[in-house]
Structures are given as C-alpha cells and as structure tokens.
C-alpha cells in the first residue's frame, strides 16, 4: 500500500499584502517516491512548499504530516522539520557560513545531537552528495552547482524523511542537470525518501518523477503520473507549460506524418521503443 | 583583500591550530611595540615575513606588495614626526626659512621617525602573519574558544559570508549599468551609483528574509551554532611563540644598555 506521508486539503494561503498565492490546492506526497510540483512562473509553487513545513500558516485548509495535522507551536514546528527538509532554490540565501563543514553541521547540532553522531551524519551526507574533497573550502569560493550540492547536504544530514526541492535544477548547466536528478533519486531509492521537486524543466519530470502536479494560480489543474499528466497537452500548455521535447516531437510525427503509436512517447527510450514497434508493424 | 582571504586558505599553516597563531602574532606584536627600538622592530618584520612566506608559502611578491600598501600612510604619518620647527638652524640637519622661523629635519627627528616607521611596519606584519595563514573561519573559532561574545562572532561570520556575495552582486549590477552606458558622464554616473547603492540596500534585505526562513527550516532557534574543526592539541607552536618572544624582549634589553 502507498502510504501518504503528506497530505495538503484545501489550502488557501494569502499574503499579507492581499496576493492570493494558494486557492485550495489539494495533494498527497506518496511516501518512497518523487513527485514533482509542475507550474510556470507565480503558480504558487514556493508558498506551498514553505506550507509543507509550517513556515507559512495556511488562511484556511489543512497539512497533514503522516496523518496527523501540523502542529504550529514551537516544539511542533522543531519535530516538524527534523523529518520535512527543505532546500531552497538560491543556495546563496541557505549556506550562511563560510566554511562548507560548519554549514552542513548546522541543521544535526540544532537537532541536539551529540558530536560524534552530528560528524558522523556531516560525513555521510558529504559523501552521499559527493562533497567530500570541498569540505575544506571556503563557500564563496564554490561554483554554483557545488553550493547547491552543499545545500542539498545540509538538509540531507538532518536525515529528514521527506526532502523538499525547490527548483533544484535552476541555474544549472545540462551536465549539472541530469548529475543532480540522478543524485537525488539514487538517495531516494537508498533511503527510502520522499522527494518533492518544483520545477518548469519539463523534460526532467518523465525521466526522474513517479508523480506529477501541475499548478496554476494557486491551484492544482493537473495530476497524475507524468505520462498521465502529460496526455493533457491543451492543458499543459494553457499554463504556460509544454510538453517534453520528446513528447511533442511524437504528436508531430503522429499528426502530421501519419506515424502511429499506441501509447505516448515523453522519454528517448519511450520514443525509441515505439518507432521501433512501429517499423516492426510496418514490416511484418 | 580577497587575494589575501585566498592566500591564507592556501596557507601550509592553515591547518594548525588558529589560537596557537593568535598567540603568536599578538605576543609578537606587544613585544614589538613595547620594545620601541629599531632593531627589535626589523627583526620582527624578519621574522614574521619570513614566518609567512617560507612557513605558510605567500608569494615573496605579494608578500612584499602587502607591505608596501602601508607605506605611503606610514611615510605621511611619520614625517610629522620627522620635521621640526625651530628659531635655530644649526640644530636642524636640512631646513627651509619660513616668515623668520625654521622648518626642517633634525637628527633626532629623523631617528624618531625612522623608529616609528620600522614599528608601525612590524606591527603590520605580525597582523599580516595572522591574516595570511589564518582563514577567517579559523579565527572565528579561535574567537570562540576565546569566549568572545557569541553574538559577535556570529555578526563577523556572517559580515564575512555575505561580503562576497554582497560584492558579486554589485558587481552585476555595476556591470549591467555599464552595459547601458550608466556611467557614460559624471552625472550618469552618479545617478547609476546610487540606484546601484539603493538595490543592493533592497536586495540585501531580500537575502536576510531569505536566509532567516532557510535557517528556520534547518531549525534556527536564535544561535548559529556549528561543528567545530578539531585541532591536534601540541604545545609546540606555543613554545616556539614564547621563545622567539623571551629572546626578542632579552635582546632589547641588552640593546638598551648598550
């Protein structure tokens, strides 16, 4: 059975300025799996995420932690975020030490952790993230993709059991890209996390994700597995979104070219496998 | 000033105990201002150089561009010293009259001066010695242990972290204001500097807002609190300090009853 480990009903969320960014957005995160939140600019993508973990209090609506409503007091807050992660996007605005160590060592002293067991955890996470040989540098002197995978460490050695991304692939360069998508889901699959990505890269969301919501204007329009998700394609793009490269080059093929697949290619091993049955078809 | 942060996490002595160095260079610097005698001040800019540049491995180059840096304060500053007025021209080694008084350099004006000098370059260099082989982070820690105000130093660790990112961020602006000829007259320019100034006022508020939710997030309840870099625990550089120190103070006395 899949469990939820989160469960947002009907949030509504206002800032105080009078922008309503969350209008009843309704989702469950599937423990053990990574759901990506699809949404383009202003969707409400980071006011429900700073939701996930109580910084923001909901107007109205509620989020469940492992069945059990948020608990908005102090003590609550602080078990809260021992097991719900967030890394955000500007990794500039999270590392606020200069040294790389004493960054990730932050989030596990806070936790009360003895020493031994705070160094213990720093060293897993940097190995885990493949940080170890910077451990000695200083932050400014980082490239982009390395403070964000300082940050990710960060959050990674409090041991949370849902880590929250957002935008994790912005700014990053192709490589950068693909090396941090397979990174994350090479740590949710070893320990059994649930990950919660933002993002509007699209074509990253069939290759890395096992969910999909796709948000606009504080709400949830869309959802389903990416393949699902992405059969909608007016949808898709009456939000500013697109379908994967691949996923529209297949609706080319298919509509202007008499090509014909059975089910909806958004990958290049989709794509391959149905032109493949296609030839096959053709042949026989 | 950001070579300089370079240099000391390049630093062969980066990794020895940070309070070991404070010790060191703060002794160093009493003893050279205490001794107040030409000699004991070039030694010490001896020593401490040499200190860095063979010890810690600072570029002699640089090494001694750094200390150039002071050099035009310190020559303005001492030839005050240097040059005395009088009614007598004979007491002065060179002077110029002036509305029926003298000014010039006297001998012992010019000792003075050259004794202040070599001092004032001494004390630059223990503190030179500490910045080049000790990263901030280091002496924050050092700072620390030295039961500094908590408050404090976590103040001076994020000045320092922000700083750089501060810089970057001026930097950008800068260049995207030159891009559409922001400094092109005196008067564009100084409309340009000050928006550039006022965004970096909003954006730094941003970035505070943004750092205080991201802390929170990892459970931020009002202390900065981190791991700390251990340090083997040797008395070795401790009593190199002491030593170098007992002789220094040893020589000066000696130097004075000469």
């Known amino acids: ?284 | 000033m950001i070579s300089i942060d370079k240099y000391a996490y390049s630093s062969k002595l980066k990794h020895t105990d940070p309070l070991q160095k404070v010790t060191f260079a703060l002794l160093t610097l009493a003893v050279c201002l205490w001794a107040d005698n030409l000699i004991i001040s070039v030694a010490v800019i001896f020593i401490m150089g040499g200190m860095t540049v063979s010890g810690g491995g600072t570029p002699l180059r640089f090494y001694i561009k750094l200390l150039l840096l002071p050099v035009s304060f310190l020559i303005i500053g001492v030839s005050t010293v240097a040059v005395n007025i009088s009614e007598q021209p004979e007491s002065l080694l060179a002077a110029i009259p002036v509305a029926g008084i003298w000014i010039g350099v006297s001998n012992e004006g010019l000792q003075e001066a050259i004794k202040l000098f070599f001092k004032a370059l001494g004390a630059v260099s223990c503190l030179y010695f500490l910045s080049l082989s000790t990263p901030m982070v280091d002496l924050l820690a050092a700072l620390r242990r030295l039961r500094m105000p908590k408050l404090l130093v976590e103040l001076m660790g994020l000045v320092y972290r922000f700083i750089f990112v501060l810089l970057e961020t001026a930097d950008t602006i800068y260049n995207a204001q030159n891009c559409r000829m922001g400094y092109s007259s005196l008067t564009a320019g100084y409309r340009s500097l000050g928006s550039l100034i006022s965004m970096l006022f909003i954006k730094s508020y941003k970035r505070s807002d943004e750092l205080y939710t991201a802390l929170e997030a990892r459970g931020y309840e009002g202390e900065l609190n981190v791991l700390e870099e251990t340090y083997e625990k040797h008395w070795k550089g401790y009593v190199l300090a002491v030593t170098i120190n007992v002789i220094l103070v040893l020589s000066s006395i000696a130097l004075k009853q000469v």
Not at chain 1, 12 to 36: E, N, P, R, S
Not at chain 1, 55 to 74: E, I
Not at chain 1, 123 to 131: E, F, L, Q, T, Y
Request: charged fraction near 25%; glycine fraction near 8%.
């Open chain 1, 1 to 284: 059975m899949i469990e939820n480990i989160l469960e947002v009903k009907d949030l509504h969320y206002t800032y105080i300025d009078g922008t309503h960014a969350l209008k009843g957005v309704t989702l469950d995160i599937k423990q053990g799996m990574t759901t990506a939140v699809l949404g383009g600019n202003g969707a409400g993508k980071s006011t429900l995420f700073l939701s996930l973990n109580g910084t923001l209090k909901p107007t109205a609506g509620k989020v469940l932690f492992k069945g059990l409503q948020l608990d908005y007091s102090r003590k609550g807050l602080r078990d809260l975020r021992k097991s719900v992660g967030i890394v955000f996007q500007d990794p500039d605005s999270q590392l606020f030490s200069a040294s790389v160590l004493q960054d990730i060592s932050f989030g596990p002293i806070n936790m009360k952790l003895p020493e031994e067991e705070v160094r213990k955890r720093v060293n897993a996470a940097m190995d885990r993230i493949g940080i170890s040989h910077l451990k000695d540098k200083p932050t400014h002197c980082l490239s982009f993709g390395q403070k964000k995978r300082v940050a990710i460490a960060g959050v990674l050695a409090m041991e949370p059991e849902v880590l929250v991304l957002d935008e994790p692939t912005a700014g990053l360069d192709p490589m950068g890209v693909s090396e941090i998508m397979k990174l994350l889901r090479k740590i949710q699959k070893d320990l059994g996390l649930s990950v919660v990505i933002s993002t509007h890269d699209i074509d990253i969301v069939p290759l890395y994700c096992d969910y999909a919501y796709v948000m606009d204007q504080g709400r949830i329009v869309l959802e389903g597995t990416p393949k699902e998700v992405f059969a909608h394609r007016d949808e898709i793009r009456s939000v500013n979104l697109r379908l994967p490269r691949i996923g529209h080059l297949m609706e080319i093929l298919k509509e202007k070219d008499d090509f014909e697949f059975s089910e909806n290619a958004n990958t290049i091993s989709e794509a391959r496998k149905a032109l493949n049955d296609w030839k096959k078809r053709k042949t026989t």
